[in-house]
Structures are given as C-alpha cells and as structure tokens.
C-alpha cells in the first residue's frame, strides 16, 4: 500500500468527519447542495438553463459511466461506497433534468 494513503487514512481517522455517521454527512452535505441545485434550477433564465442542463447531462453520463465500470467503489469515510447501486436512479434524475 502506498505510504500517503496510509498517511492519509491515519489523518482521516483523527478527524471529526471520520466518526460521523453516514445518515449525518448526507444530511449535511448531500441534501443542502441537491436543494442549492433545485433553486437555481428555479431562478436561472432560459438560456443559462441549458447550460446547466447540459451540466446535468454530463453528470448523468459520468453516473452510468461509473456504475457501469464499476469505478468509485473504494471505501469512502466508513467502509464502501453505499449508492453505488442506486448510481443508474441518480443518472436517470439527472438525464431527465437534461431533456
């Protein structure tokens, strides 16, 4: 194993984020930015509308493209990335957004 990541995964385990729970880090950070999203989604003229939806696109793209090669599984903060399975819901949202 390469000495920065164990480095790096004895920082993590001093740190408060890493004792956080999983339902935490969501409520605190996935939630709030899906929301940051939605609103600006809602106030954004037209035109910077599709741009964003091209965004979209490209993050549902970048979605598939990960579940399908089966990338980003490592473990993340407390053992294995848990939406990994749930990647083609989120690429579906985001193309739907896109259209």
Known sequence: ???KLVAYNLYLKNTKIYTMNRSNIFL???IPCRCILAYLASILPD???K???YIYGLMSIGFMYAFINNMQNTPGIQGNIW?????PVF???YLG???
Do not use: D, P
Request: proline fraction near 0%; glycine fraction near 4%; charged fraction near 5%.
């Open 1 to 3: 194993m390469n000495s």
């Open 28 to 30: 605190i950070f996935c």
């Open 47 to 49: 035109n910077n509308l």
């Open 51 to 53: 741009i964003m939806g």
């Open 83 to 87: 939406w990994h399975n749930i990647r």
């Open 91 to 93: 690429a579906l949202i």
């Open 97 to 99: 957004f896109f259209i």
